[in-house]
């Protein structure tokens, strides 16, 4: 069939034509300056519909799609709320507001500091697996899982909200590894540091803190990148005395939690990257710490 | 093929069946599955209704009507391609029963955004003019461009998913990038559009 110039110049350009019907485009566009106008202006076109629906790809996925893929209804799944500084005798009281304190990086450190130590006095209840929309446990124990993924929600808040001016407690300048060597003196056991700049990840590690999980001191790992489509990140490694739990997917607001323990030490990969990333990256941490 | 294309669908579908306890394995991996493709079906969603409440409207069907008849999907097809077939003919029933089909330029003005303040930053935005563009191809063509031009699917691909032979894709493509390139051309949405695009 012989096509059109157009259809032919858009095929060629999608691909779509053999060896030899090739060559001949070519013979024709070396010897036509129209012809290879056309074929920069289909070009231009095509590269902006592209552009123009690129966006969407960087958008956090919205509640109500995931559980639809999970086959589940929205649930009506706490958001990520503050965690009091002190418990009252009314466990109901609601909690404050949050996000008076998202813009305030200068009182992170600080804050960071209140808020671990009264954790660290709670206690902390097993970590029941079941992800977005799974069984609901007990009200202590849901507490409990409240507490630890609020917390790592919140540490990944402050963290992005600061952006290049977050508090660390061990910059990643120069060394990262001898960064990261310092802070894992802090912690009870000794932690390896995940690179996550390698692969297609790219994620270059901004520095660490030491933060608080299962009541326990962990060390926050900051992970940044030019592409919005999978950072910034957060990484928490803390020790646990608890059994091993599975990985599993949870979502606070905005922003999505792989969570999991294994042989004494509590994993929390925080970001608002769509989950598909977000295994994948927990993937290469557990293939490099031996974590699942 | 896209960073999210080769590692989203990639890695969930390699993700251990037991990394979320107390779930059927066979659930987990389907939902899984879904879920890599989200983007992708919300982008071609976007592009298809011309509105992003719609679009996630049409992909959220799309999910439960893939949930409820998983056992027709194929082992060893593709599945992002079964889920556009899916999204692609909820979209043309839904088209078919409210009889909007767009000819001759028509605009919808329900499709630009319901919201006025959010219509007049994104007037302002050059891109928006291509997506707007884009909105007036009729849905064969916007079918044929979003598929081929916006996921890089192959024309074979295009055609199995719409349902129509190799030489009509090509036909409806060719017909959508001349008519967007005319459209952009006779607005000034190109040369805008290329500094927005360079500029980000």
Redesign the interface.
Known sequence: MQMRSDDRLIAYLDGEVDVSERREIEAWLDSDPAARDKLAALAQSAALVRSAFDEVMHEPLPDRLIAAARGERVSAEPSAKIVPLRRGPGTGKAPAARSWWLGLPLAASLFGLLLGGSVAYLSVAKLLPGGIGGKQPAVEMAAADNLWLDNAVGYFKLAASAGDGALVDVPATGDAREAWQKISQSLPQEVRWPDLNLKPWGLNFRGARLVVADGRPAAQLMYTTDNKAIGPLTLIIGSSKEPDTPPTLARRQDVNLLYWRHQGRAYALVGQTDVGYLWGIANDVAWQLDAI | M???Q???????AE?PV?????RDPV?IRF??Q???V???L??FA??LTGSAVEA?DL??AA??RA?ARQHQFQEGTRFDSWMFRIVQTIWIDQVRSRDVRKEGGEVAEDRMGSDEAVRRVEARLA??E??RA?DRLPPDQRTA??L???DGL??KETAEIVGVPV?TI??R??RA??A??QQ??SGGG?RR??DN?NA?
Request: hydrophobic share 45%.
């Open positions: 896209s960073l999210s080769r590692l989203g669908s990639q890695n969930l993700a037991h990394l979320i306890a107390g659930s939902g899984d879904l879920i890599a989200l983007p992708r919300r982008r976007r592009g996630d992909v959220q999910c439960e949930l891109l928006g291509v997506r884009v461009l979003l081929v031009t916006v192959s024309y030489g090509m036909s493509l060719a990038r001349i967007l390139q952009l051309e190109m559009s290329t695009a980000q």
